[in-house]
């Protein structure tokens, strides 16, 4: 059922995320699913059937993982041309920072195989948890999908997640590590007293992941019980949304929005960094082969409503989106009017 959880923002009135429990009856769910993808982009779901065992391991993992000294990390960083490895502070390749480190992995099991070797300690044990996790959630990307299809009225019903099963699939899955690191602000203006503060630990927002949209077909997100993610609603509202760590919450992206014809749009989103404690969020990027071909699907065009992006395919939708800033609407370079 959608029970909404109630969010009070600071601006505003309260405003409910979309909670999904997929234990409910196929037709109730479809209808569900299409809502909450046209309304938010962005919706939560609970009884999904991934054990909370998986999670826990890949979890204990990365942990392992951030806690080894950083020269240690190092040896995994990512680039100069590849996303895939270790990453601190810098996101991409265009200068944008954030407050975290970060491992980005390939999901097909002889990449994992072949750099859990140089991850871990105990490479089999590291590699099985990440493989346990990617089967688990695809399955659940995939399932979603599905009932996305159906409810679309698309007559191929399992179009979108043949695109994450096929075994040449571009998914990825990433963890992030944001520190519990408060600045310590020399001479902040207090307007309480009117004074400067000396040697002040600030408590100001500071973004962990700055605001941006994926560029993927669905995003799994995954986090601890620390909060400091943010959703922005249709109308430019920014939403906290609280942690629940044994939950899962689902992310529209951009290549959902072609293949619907914008029917759904990708939410934008973000991380603030300043919760006080060390979040960890564990992140699957649902995604079609490097070849395939992204454009709306036939059932969602017409003379009504005709195609609002020209094709392309993902290899060239990647290199669009790693030659631009995080925060940059990149699907507006394929916009048809
Ligand atoms: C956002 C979604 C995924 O985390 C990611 C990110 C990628 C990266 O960190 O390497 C990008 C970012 C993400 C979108 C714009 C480009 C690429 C950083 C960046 C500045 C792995 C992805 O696929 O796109």
Redesign the pocket.
């Given at each position: 059922m959608v029970s909404p959880s109630m969010l009070r923002t600071k601006k505003t009135k309260a405003v409910g995320i979309p909670t999904i429990d997929l234990s409910l009856g196929r037709s109730k769910l479809v209808k569900l699913i299409v809502k909450a993808c046209e309304e938010f982009g962005f919706f939560k779901v609970t009884n999904h059937g991934v054990p909370m065992e998986v999670i826990s391991r890949l979890e204990e993992e990365g942990s392992g993982f951030f806690a080894k000294p950083v020269a240690e990390k190092e040896k995994q960083r990512a680039g100069p041309i590849s996303?895939f490895g270790y990453g601190n502070k810098n996101?991409?390749f265009?200068g944008?920072l954030g407050e975290l480190e970060y491992l980005?992995l390939q999901t097909n099991p002889i990449s994992i195989a072949e750099r859990s070797k140089a991850i871990s300690n105990d490479p089999l044990k590291f590699s099985c948890a990440v493989n346990d996790y990617i089967q688990s959630v695809r399955e659940l990307t995939c399932e979603i999908l599905d009932l996305v299809s159906e409810g679309l009225g698309i007559s191929d019903k399992f179009v979108l997640s043949r695109l994450i099963r096929d075994v040449q699939s571009d998914s990825?899955l990433?963890l992030n590590h944001y520190p519990n690191s408060p600045v310590k602000e020399v001479n902040e203006w207090d307007p309480s007293t009117g004074k400067f503060r000396e040697n002040h630990y600030s408590k100001k927002s500071r973004v962990g992941f700055g605001e941006?949209s994926?560029?993927?077909i669905l995003t799994i997100l995954r986090s601890n019980d620390v909060g400091g993610f943010q959703i922005c609603l249709h109308d430019g509202l920014w939403v906290p949304v609280p942690p629940h760590p044994s939950e899962f919450y689902v992310i529209v992206g951009d290549a959902l929005q072609v293949l619907t014809n914008g029917r759904f749009t990708s939410v934008r989103h973000r991380a603030m960094a300043n919760s006080g404690r060390a979040r960890m969020s564990m992140?699957y990027?649902g995604a079609p082969p490097l070849d395939a071909w992204i454009t709306s699907l036939p059932e969602l065009v017409s003379s009504q409503r005709p195609s609002l992006y020209k094709p392309f395919t993902w290899s060239e939708y990647k290199k669009a989106?790693?030659s631009?800033?995080?925060g940059d609407t990149r699907l507006d370079l394929f916009k048809l009017h």
């Open positions: 996303p996101i991409g265009n944008d980005i990825v990433r941006h994926d560029p993927q992140v990027f989106v790693y631009l800033r995080l």
